[in-house]
C-alpha cells in the first residue's frame, strides 16, 4: 500500500458504540420534557459532534442542559456494550506489522475515545487518539486535520482516512487525503457517494483486502 498513515474515524468504522450512545439520549430527552428517541433517530443524528447531534433533539437554548444530564450519564455507562467492529484488531495488527502508522481521528469526545481505546486494548496499535475537546475544532475542519497530521509528522499526501460518514469525506477532502468509505456506520453507500467518496467498501476486512494487507494476527 502507498499510505504511511492511516486516520480511522472510531464510531461505526473502529467501534461499534450506537447503542450506548442510544441508551444516553434514551436517559436525558425524557428528563427534559421530550420523547425518547428511537435508535434510527439517534443513528441519523450523530456524525457532527454532540452538541450538533443534541440539536436535532432540543431547541439550541436547551443543549447545555441536556448536556448536563447526557454527560455524566455517558461517562458512568459508555463502556457498556462497546466492541470493535470486525476486523479492526486485524486491521491495526497488520498495518503495525507493515511500519504503517495507524490513529483516531474522531468528533467523539477526546477523553472518551482514549478510554475506550484502552478499554477494548487496541490502544498499543495506535500512534496517537485525537477526538472533540483536543482543539477547538472538529471535522471537516480542515485545521483539525493538520493539527493532527502534524502530531504525527504526517503528511497528507501519504495519509488515508478511513471513515463511514459525509463528515469524513468532507474532512478528507479538505485535507487533502485519500478516503476510503466503509458502510458500517451511519451511512450508505450511496450516501456516502454523494457526499464526493469515489472508494465504499463494506467493512474494514475489505479495506484490509485492498489493501493486500495479512489478516492473521
Known amino acids: 500500500m502507498r499510505f504511511r498513515t492511516v486516520l ?50 432540543v431547541p439550541p437554548e436547551r443543549v447545555d442542559e441536556a448536556l448536563a444530564i447526557y454527560r455524566p450519564y455517558w461517562d458512568e455507562t459508555m463502556l457498556e456494550g462497546v466492541e470493535l ?10 498495518l ?15 477523553p472518551s475515545a482514549r478510554r ?23 471535522k471537516p475542519e480542515p485545521r483539525f486535520a493538520a493539527w493532527t497530521l502534524a ?10 482516512l478511513v471513515g463511514d460518514s459525509p463528515f469524513d469525506v468532507a474532512a478528507a477532502q479538505q485535507a487533502g487525503m485519500a478516503f476510503v468509505g466503509v458502510t458500517t456506520g451511519t451511512h450508505t453507500e450511496a450516501q456516502l457517494r454523494e457526499a464526493g467518496a469515489t472508494h465504499v467498501v463494506a467493512d474494514l476486512a475489505s ?10 494476527g
Open 8 to 57: 480511522f474515524d472510531l464510531d461505526g468504522t473502529l467501534i461499534e458504540h450506537l447503542p450506548a450512545i442510544h441508551r444516553c439520549y434514551v436517559h436525558t430527552l425524557p428528563q427534559l420534557g421530550y420523547p425518547a428517541p428511537s435508535y434510527e433517530e439517534v443513528k441519523r443524528a450523530i456524525g457532527g459532534g454532540l452538541p450538533r447531534a443534541m440539536g436535532k433533539f
Open 85 to 94: 467492529m470486525p476486523g479492526a484488531t486485524e486491521i491495526l495488527q497488520a
Open 96 to 110: 503495525q506489522r507493515t511500519g504503517v502508522q495507524a490513529a483516531v481521528f474522531t468528533n467523539k469526545h477526546g
Open 116 to 138: 475506550i481505546c484502552a478499554h477494548l486494548g487496541v490502544e498499543p496499535l495506535l500512534a496517537d487518539v485525537v477526538g472533540a475537546g483536543d482543539t477547538d475544532w472538529l
Open 151 to 160: 502530531r504525527l509528522d504526517a503528511a497528507a499526501a501519504d495519509t488515508c
Open 207 to 216: 479495506v484490509a483486502a485492498a489493501w493486500a494487507l495479512e489478516s492473521s
